[in-house]
């Protein structure tokens, strides 16, 4: 088959700032390791670009959310460093967890008895001490349907870890309940906010995620935490436009002098949404070119009046440090990174 022509979007992926956060994130913990969440594709960056850095730097434990994740991750490390959180929904999740040799996290009791009747083993465990998710509930604690299980860690998750709440502490102690009625070798419930939360939310193990990829959701991480992708979009024509002309759906910007303007290889389809067309710009070389008009499917429109040298072809940078993204767009900085298009080449 013919090779692709190079494309107009790139994704950059700084890899050292990424070994870097996770190296701050575990020193962040204390007594505890840090593992790493890879779900969504590594939070839309790419399982195969992500995995291979987070074990060289040092994580242990991985996890994903999917089964269908589970063959990109145990691609680059041993299958039993692997745990799947949405556990076995059916008997095929048990043969599958059985025949790579991850573990399944059980999060009810119909899953414990799945798991039991497949032949049980090795596995990880759930409990919901107050996000209302998955999770063993509370009151079955004691139920003793948990009794000979192979609980290799006990997990929590925490709902508001990236506010000054009450419930922080009431999940905590309630985690601290769950821990003394299961037994289990390793606890984990702190998140990446969780992990600047304090010792105390530690335990043995932590999970960090969005902290591995530059979201930083708590002041105590600003300026510890770097940013880790830069995507980059091509100019695929330069225009000229005079007053009174309409730019984009709807003629949601119209001009009121003549401008130099630029469209650009980017749009809602690769993550790049409406959202961001009210206040948002691309940026050469540290100046900002403020979006004009509405975003399309597969392109935006920007000034060019501070960026005169640009022409065709040229890469444009988009704004990606996620905290200020956030800001400015509206969006989640966990949406930020998952909604990136899969026409970002690296």
């Not at 967890?97 to 399944?104: D, H, K």
């Not at 999060?107 to 009747?117: D, H, T, Y």
Request: glycine share 10%.
């Amino acid at each position: 088959m013919t090779d692709l022509p190079p494309p107009s979007l790139r994704l950059d992926l700084d890899a050292a700032a990424l070994a870097a956060n996770w190296r701050t994130l575990d020193r962040m913990s204390g007594n505890a390791a840090a593992g790493a969440a890879v779900k969504a594709d590594a939070y839309g960056l790419g399982t195969a670009n992500v995995v291979p850095v987070l074990a060289e730097a040092g994580a242990r434990d991985f996890f994903v959310a999917h089964w269908s994740e589970v063959p990109g991750v145990i691609a680059h490390v041993e299958p039993e460093r692997v745990s799947v959180l949405h556990g076995p929904l059916t008997d095929a999740d048990c043969a599958f967890a059985r025949a790579t040799g991850v573990r399944p996290v059980l999060n009810s009791l119909p899953q414990v008895a799945r798991w039991k009747a497949s032949g049980g083993g090795p596995c990880d465990m759930m409990v919901d001490t107050g996000i209302n998710r998955l999770g063993i509930p509370m009151a079955s604690i004691g139920d003793p349907a948990l009794a000979g299980l192979e609980v290799r860690t006990l997990m929590s998750h925490l709902a508001s870890a990236d506010e000054d709440v009450d419930l922080n502490a009431r999940q905590l102690a309630r985690f601290r309940d769950a821990a003394a009625a299961i037994p289990a070798r390793r606890r984990s419930l702190a998140n990446s906010a969780g992990i600047a939360l304090g010792p105390d939310f530690a335990f043995d193990l932590t999970r960090p995620g969005l902290a591995l990829y530059g979201g930083v959701q708590r002041a105590e991480m600003a300026g510890r935490i770097a940013q880790v992708a830069y995507p980059r979009a091509a100019i695929m024509q330069v225009r000229e436009i005079t007053p009174g002309e309409g730019v984009g759906y709807n003629a949601a910007f119209v001009a009121d002098r003549p401008m130099r303007v630029g469209v650009v290889s980017l749009g809602y389809a690769d993550g790049f949404l409406r959202c961001w067309g009210a206040r948002g710009a691309l940026r050469h070389g540290g100046t900002d070119l403020p979006l004009l008009g509405k975003v399309s499917m597969d392109m935006v429109v920007v000034d060019l009046a501070a960026a005169p040298t640009l022409r065709e072809s040229d890469w444009i940078d988009v704004p990606y440090d996620l905290p200020s993204g956030s800001a400015i767009s509206g969006l989640s900085q966990y949406e930020m990174l998952t909604t990136l298009g899969l026409r970002f080449r690296l």
